[in-house]
């Protein structure tokens, strides 16, 4: 599903040139759950706005489902990222003005959702996640955990392929934490892809495979689990 | 130290100092220009001591024009005229002295005659002279020192001989130039004795309408008392009898005070103004100042969330609320006089080119140089008015929260800074609607269906040599090719001067007078209603009339063709009615006026010519004029550019008022694009959230401009309504005027919603093609 060949990234201001990737071969089959681990500033966000076409490589080839995206147009990029990828924030980046409902509801309105099929989706979802007696309440107003839940929410209303996560238990206290890995999980056992940002051994423990990053480049990869074996 | 750390935060917020700068030096520029002007126009006439007791007399019936014989009358009857004087306006001609002539040097001058109290009731400095003698005597005259200079140089000038129109008269005085600020001018003046020498009866006397009586009454006199009492003057109650009849229960007299005359746009002969303009602009420059305040107040809170942490990290260290207040009324202050300072170079560079550009006067500051001071206090004013808002709405938020710089101000002084934004589109949306109205109502004018044909026709001025070979000279022309037709009158349409006074049969009538020869009616396609147009290269209609519709009417004749009517020395025929046209301005509405059929006028051709190479053509007539009379130089206009000219005041003032219009809309746009980034300054975590999951670039400039869009309609709603009352009361003034249109208000609406939304996009795409991951790391 996501296959990098050679992938850089280099960051330029005015005075330095700063690699933050640096010859990445990543393979992610479908399916999988995989964890990318390493110490700060070694390159995991880079590596996974790429991955999420949220930004391009400077150098190198990225696959997605066998089409190569990596030098795509920021409009082909946004057109291919709607509906096929979702994101999960350690901040969670929920919009302060939108109540829960409306949130969740943002990329279906993207993808030009009718109003009714919007709401069957949205409630359902809502539903799963637990937090729809509070679908009218404004981020502020919920804890840390329920707000990583309408997160999760907004990241999979739309049935994506593939989920990123970004240290999405970063901000939580462990029980918080706990649910939320509980959630991708799920949601990978029924067949989404999952690729996580994490410090946590604990959180890397879900995963099938731990990809070690290291000055931006892969140092070692482990495999946890096999693909389809039951996992915790 | 203080000062040091206001200047050190100036530079630190670049673009909204930028910003507020900008739309500061637009409106005090503005504001300038416009506290100049009005001020200038407001100082006409202003100068003389007697202006309380100074009126101008005028009827209804025929504005400012009598007879110079209500002098004598006024004086005897009515004890309440200090002093009473008569002027005439000569207008251009030409002005020389035996001397000069010799060499063939001519002068055109300005010329007016005067009675002998003139430098006793106005107070233009005479310095040569005496004050009671100068225009006493026949043949006399007094000129101004430019005119004194040009015509004797360095030599004196007293008892000197000048030929006005080769008539000679003896230098009696010396005065100052008319100031700028006088609503008349003229370069020499002519005793009025020179008229009266000439022991005209009194029915001539009575019956030529073209002076001018000015009235100084005595203390405490009221000038309406004392029009009523004239009409009741024994002398005069047999002559106004027909008006009297006429009118009712109306006064034929009133008058005019002096400090008012300058705004009596009715008077031809003067210099005046609108002051439904003056009253405009000074709502303009008020305008101006409330959207430049607006502005500032706009552009400072929106830099509240930064300037509030940096503020509390002062006060952490032991600094209090009041001093950071303070600190940001001082940045308001500096702000404000830098402005201010910027705006007056600018000022300094443009303001002659603004004064051609509109063909206005008075934005130098010539002398007023008080009004330096003025500006500095406004400046200072400005600066702290608009500085205490933001000063306790950015020190606002307690001190734990304003160091954490998180979101204490999210959605406060939103509402104010929308509705400050409204009030400036309802502002740009009212100005755009009444210039696009002003520009109607000019097109209107100049496409309006006059009643005669004046497409294509060119004239000139002709001299007495012309004249005298009128007929030779015509056919001469008429060999050229694309010359059509000819006719000779003493008027071109829209100049008609003449007005004629008469009694027939007991009633008294008064009516325009026109001149013309026997092809003029044929010429104009002037339609004939009753009776017949003059008989064409025939001498037997001379000193026949023809009357127009509405002469006819007011004065109630049952048989007009079975009438003779009085002309000079003469009586004759009314061969004819002519349908109404319009043959004088369309401000006002038609009034009576009689064709007078002679050959004795001719000193205007006008031609009808094929569409052609006009600047050839203007070149071959006027050679072809030259052969005739190699001494004078001719002009050759179109008609059309004439009859133009008539609007040219409203042409000039409605151009100014567009100018300043788009100049408020600079400053709403302006204040639309400060707040559009700072929007999209505070939205970016929203646009980042909003990207990610999605939404393309074009939907999120959609989504910046839909809030704007709201805001603009209800502008909108509230401007339509103010404007549509506003021009209803301009267009009150004219006799002849187009209809108030929806389309007008409607254009206005959209135009306004382009501009806005063609700025608002122009940055807020910039937001919005912000890679979303530079967006989401700031948080």
Request: hydrophobic residues 45%.
């Amino acid at each position: 599903m996501i296959k990098t060949e050679k992938l850089t990234k280099i960051f330029r201001t005015e005075e330095i040139e700063t690699s933050a990737l640096n010859n990445v071969n990543l393979h992610v089959e479908k399916g999988e759950f995989v964890a990318i681990m390493g110490p700060s500033g070694c390159g995991k966000s880079t590596l996974l706005n790429i991955v999420g076409l949220l930004d391009n490589p400077s150098g190198g080839n990225y696959y997605f489902d066998g089409q190569e995206v990596g030098h795509l147009k920021e409009k082909n990029r946004t057109q291919l990222r709607k509906g096929n990828i979702g994101f999960v924030f350690q901040s969670f980046n929920l919009i302060d003005e939108l109540n829960v409902y409306e949130n969740v509801e943002l990329p279906l309105i993207y993808l030009k959702y009718k109003a009714k099929e919007r709401k069957q989706m949205v409630e359902s979802v809502l539903e799963r996640m637990k937090i729809s007696h509070r679908r009218k309440h404004f981020p502020q107003q919920l804890s840390g955990g329920q707000q990583q839940r309408v997160a999760i929410a907004r990241a999979v209303v739309a049935n994506p392929k593939l989920i990123l996560a970004d240290e999405p238990t970063g901000n939580l206290d462990s029980k918080n934490g706990l649910e939320v890995m509980n959630l991708l999980t799920e949601l990978n056992k029924e067949g989404t892809t999952i690729v996580m940002v994490t410090h946590s051994l604990h959180d890397s423990e879900f995963a099938h495979r731990v990809v070690n990053l290291f000055d931006g480049a892969v140092l070692t990869e482990e495999v946890k689990k096999q693909l389809g074996e039951v996992l915790v | 130290m203080f000062i040091k750390r206001l200047f050190k935060s100036i530079l630190k917020y670049k673009t909204s100092s930028i910003l507020t700068l900008l739309s500061l030096v637009i409106s005090f520029l503005g504001i300038i220009i416009l506290s100049l002007y009005v001020s200038y126009e407001k100082s006409f006439d202003q100068f003389h001591e007697n202006k309380d007791n100074i009126y101008v007399l005028k009827t209804r019936m025929y504005d400012y024009n009598l007879p110079e014989v209500l002098k004598e009358v006024i004086d005897k009857n009515l004890p309440e005229v200090e002093k009473s004087l008569v002027l005439k306006f000569y207008g251009e001609n030409r002005v020389t002295t035996p001397q000069l002539k010799a060499t063939k040097t001519f002068f055109d001058a300005q010329s007016m005659m005067a009675s002998a109290d003139f430098f006793n009731v106005f107070s233009f400095k005479l310095l040569q002279g005496e004050k009671d003698k100068v225009l006493k005597n026949p043949n006399t005259a007094v000129i101004t020192q430019t005119l004194a200079t040009k015509l004797y140089g360095d030599k004196p000038a007293i008892g000197e001989i000048m030929t006005i129109n080769a008539k000679e008269f003896t230098i009696t005085g010396i005065m100052e130039d008319f100031p700028q600020t006088s609503s008349f001018s003229t370069d020499c003046l002519t005793s009025y004795a020179t008229y009266t020498q000439k022991n005209l009866s009194l029915e001539d006397r009575y019956s030529e309408w073209s002076f001018q009586i000015v009235l100084q009454l005595k203390d405490n006199v009221d000038g309406n008392d004392v029009a009523r009492k004239i009409e009741t003057i024994p002398d005069l109650v047999e002559t106004f009898k027909y008006f009297k009849s006429k009118y009712g229960d109306e006064d034929i007299f009133v008058v005019k005070s002096y400090n008012d005359l300058h705004y009596d746009i009715s008077n031809t002969y003067i210099k005046t103004v609108n002051p439904i303009i003056l009253k405009v602009l000074v709502i303009l420059a008020i305008v101006l100042a409330v959207m430049g305040m607006v502005n500032f107040i706009n552009f400072s809170t929106s830099q509240a969330p930064l300037r509030s942490k940096a503020l509390s990290v002062t006060r952490v260290l032991g600094s209090n609320r009041f001093s950071s207040m303070l600190q940001i009324i001082a940045e308001a202050l500096t702000i404000s006089l830098i402005a201010l300072m910027i705006s007056l170079a600018i000022y300094y560079e443009v303001y002659s080119g603004i004064e051609s550009l509109f063909n206005i006067e008075g934005l130098a500051l010539n002398g007023r140089y008080y009004f330096i001071f003025i500006f500095i206090a406004f400046a200072i004013v400005f600066g702290i008015v608009s500085g205490i808002y933001p000063a306790r709405y950015i020190s606002s938020p307690p001190l734990s929260q304003a160091i954490k710089g998180t979101g204490y101000f999210k959605g406060k002084g939103k509402l104010l800074r929308n509705v400050l934004v409204t009030l400036q589109f309802v502002f740009t949306i009212a100005l755009l609607s009444s210039s696009l109205m002003i520009e109607k109502q000019l097109n209107f004018w100049n496409k309006f269906d006059l009643g005669l044909d004046k497409e294509n026709v060119v004239f000139l001025h002709t001299t007495s040599k012309i004249e005298n070979h009128a007929e030779a000279f015509a056919q001469e022309l008429l060999k050229d090719t694309a010359i059509v037709d000819y006719t000779y009158t003493q008027f071109i349409p829209g100049q008609v001067a003449m007005g004629w006074g008469r009694e027939i049969n007991g009633q008294y009538v008064q009516l325009k007078a026109w001149p013309v020869d026997d092809r003029f009616i044929d010429f104009f396609n002037i339609e004939i209603d009753e009776g017949r147009a003059f008989q064409k290269e025939s001498e037997a209609d001379i000193n026949s009339f023809i009357f127009n519709r509405k002469a006819i009417n007011d004065f109630g004749w049952t048989n007009p063709l079975e009438m003779n009517y009085p002309g000079f020395d003469f009586e004759g025929p009314i061969v004819g009615i002519a349908k109404d046209f319009h043959f004088s301005s369309l401000k006002e509405d038609i009034q009576p006026m009689l064709f007078w059929r002679t050959d004795t006028r001719k000193n205007e051709l006008l031609l009808r010519v094929k569409p052609a190479n006009y600047t050839q053509l203007f070149n071959r007539i006027k050679a072809k004029a030259k052969e005739f009379d190699p001494e004078n130089n001719f002009e050759v206009q179109f008609l059309d550019d004439s009859l133009n000219e008539l609007y040219a005041k409203e042409k000039n003032t409605a151009r100014f008022i567009e100018f300043v219009s788009l100049w408020c809309m600079l400053l709403a746009i302006t204040g639309v694009l400060g707040l559009v980034v700072f929007i999209s300054r505070d939205r970016v975590k929203e646009i980042g959230i909003r990207k990610v999951n999605g939404a393309q670039t074009a939907e999120v400039v959609f989504l910046i401009n839909k809030d704007f869009i709201k805001w603009i309609a209800i502008a909108f709603i509230i401007a339509t309504p103010i404007a549509w009352i506003a021009l209803n009361n301009w267009l009150q003034d004219f006799a002849y005027k187009t209809e108030m249109s929806w389309w007008i208000f409607a254009l206005s609406g959209v135009i306004s919603l382009l501009i806005a939304m063609i700025t608002i996009t122009w940055q807020s795409w910039r937001a919005a093609t912000r890679n979303p991951v530079e967006a989401l790391r700031y948080e």
